[in-house]
């Protein structure tokens, strides 16, 4: 069975400086930079999942390639504030 994807789903995948400053915001509340890093990754064991599901429907592979680079760039834009954050407060 082909699972649908919202359209409203899809648009969010348009919006990662949107989810970045969001974990941004709890790495300014004290939560460890490295555990935010884990949670917004996309970890192994649901790549491979998403491989096999894949495999079974050829349909999905550009929508689970799409959310991982989705969580990259979140990842990276993420990255970019929490640098930019440590390098400030050594200016200080």
Do not use: C
């Not at 970890?43 to 491979?48: D, R, S």
């Not at 689970?64 to 834009?77: K, P």
């Amino acid at each position: 069975m082909t699972q649908f994807v919202p359209a409203v789903v899809m648009q969010d995948f348009d919006l990662p400086q949107r989810e970045a400053a969001f974990f941004y915001g709890l790495f300014l509340r004290g939560h460890s930079a490295e555990q935010l890093r884990r949670d917004i990754e996309v970890p192994t064991a649901v790549l491979v999942k998403w491989h096999r599901e894949a495999e079974r429907e050829p349909e999905l592979r550009d929508i689970f390639t799409r959310m991982v680079e989705y969580r990259r760039h979140v990842l990276a834009i993420f990255d970019n504030l929490v640098g930019s954050d440590l390098q400030n407060q050594r200016l200080q």
